[in-house]
């Protein structure tokens, strides 16, 4: 396995508006999906949409920091063993 140098890691790294907007891309599907399962349920949405928030952002925080861990480590997935990332379109 060949190790990149730090600066080609760095290059291959999105910008941080990219992972600002990964992350209020999937916390606002997550606040959607949560807020529709409580609706299905028969909850009001005036009363459970706090909540509903809250997890939806710590459910984005934790999903965007996963993929940025990898992405630092210079995976592209968490079964790879070998370093894809610089093959992985858009990198």
């Known amino acids: ?53 809250a997890w939806s952002a710590v459910s984005g925080a934790v999903y965007v920091n996963v993929h940025y861990l990898r992405r630092r480590r210079g995976k592209s997935c968490a079964a790879c063993k070998e370093d894809r990332t610089k093959d992985a379109p858009g990198a």
Request: proline fraction near 6%.
């Open 1 to 53: 396995m060949t190790s990149l140098p730090p600066s080609a890691k760095e290059s291959l790294m999105p910008t941080n508006a990219r992972w600002i907007g990964q992350y209020l891309l999937a916390t606002g599907a997550m606040f959607l999906l949560i807020v529709g399962v409580d609706w299905l349920r028969g909850d009001d949405i005036a009363g459970t949409w706090a909540e509903s928030l």
